[in-house]
């Protein structure tokens, strides 16, 4: 049975960082790209990043570059956001996903497998 949990979201103040973890079992972690979106109240869900299975190959959504880090440990069957320089628009579920074969689509969302139940990320201004 393939999960996913996010934990390491909460309440923080514009500027300040949070790190988000996703562990990852039921499956073999490290053949799978792994994502992390993100949805707003009332809007669809966003890119924020992903990583490929060895790490070798990490892109960004735009509205974050600059201010978050993707990265994954195999040998943990994990993954993290690492956040900095929060900003108010930046208040959201994180999710994170994993897929098999997204190749030059891993931004998009509808080319991953699994999604664990997210994590809400909530910046005051």
């Known amino acids: 049975q393939v999960q996913l949990v996010e934990s390491g979201g909460g309440l923080v103040q514009a500027g300040g960082s949070l790190r988000l973890s996703c562990a990852a079992s039921?499956?073999?972690?490290?053949?799978?790209?792994m994502g992390w979106f993100r949805q707003a109240l009332g809007k669809e869900r966003e890119f924020v990043a992903f990583?490929?299975?060895?790490?070798?190959?990490?892109d960004y959504g735009d509205s974050v570059k600059g201010r978050f880090t993707i990265s994954r440990d195999n040998a943990k069957n994990m993954v993290y956001l690492r956040m900095n320089s929060l900003k108010a628009e930046d208040t959201a579920v994180y999710y994170c996903?994993?897929?098999?074969?997204?190749?030059?689509?891993?931004?998009?969302?509808?080319?991953?497998?699994?999604w664990g139940q997210g994590s809400q990320v909530t910046v005051s201004s």
């Open positions: 990583i490929s299975q060895r790490g070798s190959i990490i």
């Open positions: 996903a994993a897929d098999s074969s997204c190749g030059r689509r891993c931004s998009l969302a509808a080319e991953y497998d699994y």
């Open positions: 039921g499956y073999t972690f490290s053949r799978y790209v």
